[in-house]
């Protein structure tokens, strides 16, 4: 990224590893998917000796799925006043991904959930949450309409990932 223009502006999505948050921490102007307490303490912590003031949004895990990371809407609300306590981190909303489905329109529960629960923490803890980065490229203008201020639609850009082939002479016939 180095290489790269000094104005542009990167967000950080997914899952950041506690020994990748020193490297990350300067690069990126935005980090989806902060998705612990221990992960929020630590980027305090490292920010700190940084001098740096990262910009986050905390990951709900709106369904429950075991294969996702992020806080339980109930466990959010539990760890919200230790989140807000962190000097350094400006939390600055919320983020989700859903559970994959056949149709978009199955989603709209979970982006109205998220949106829900966004605007109880506000209220209760008296805070700005502004953001929601809810919605991909296959149900963006559903997650648009239950109030995403941020979408990621990478395929719609960039096309389909490629899928690892594989080995055809260890495939079956």
């Given amino acids: 990224m180095p290489k790269l223009p000094s104005n542009m502006r990167w967000h950080f999505i997914g899952h950041l590893q506690k020994n990748k948050i020193r490297h990350a921490l300067p690069l990126f102007e935005l ?3 902060v ?4 992960l929020a303490q630590e980027m305090d912590r490292i920010a700190e000796e940084e001098g740096l003031h990262p910009r986050i949004l905390l ?3 709106v369904a429950g799925e075991g294969s996702k990371f992020g806080f339980s809407p109930e466990n959010l609300r539990a760890e919200m006043e230790s989140l807000l306590g962190l000097p350094r981190l400006s939390i600055l909303g919320l983020m989700a991904i859903p ?3 056949e149709r978009a329109e199955a989603s ?3 982006f109205g959930e998220l ?3 966004r605007d109880r923490l506000q209220t209760e803890f ?3 949450l502004a953001q929601l980065s809810m919605g ?3 149900d963006f203008p559903i997650a648009v309409g239950e109030g995403a201020t941020l979408v990621r639609v990478g395929t719609a850009i960039f096309g389909e990932r490629s899928k690892l082939k594989k080995d055809s002479a260890t495939d079956e016939h």
């Fill in 115 to 117: 949106r829900e629960l």
């Fill in 99 to 101: 559970p994959l489905a």
């Fill in 136 to 138: 991909m490229t296959q």
């Fill in 31 to 33: 980090f989806h998917g």
């Fill in 35 to 38: 998705d612990s307490p221990a």
């Fill in 126 to 128: 008296r805070v700005d």
């Fill in 59 to 61: 990951e709900v895990n």
């Fill in 108 to 110: 709209r529960k979970y």
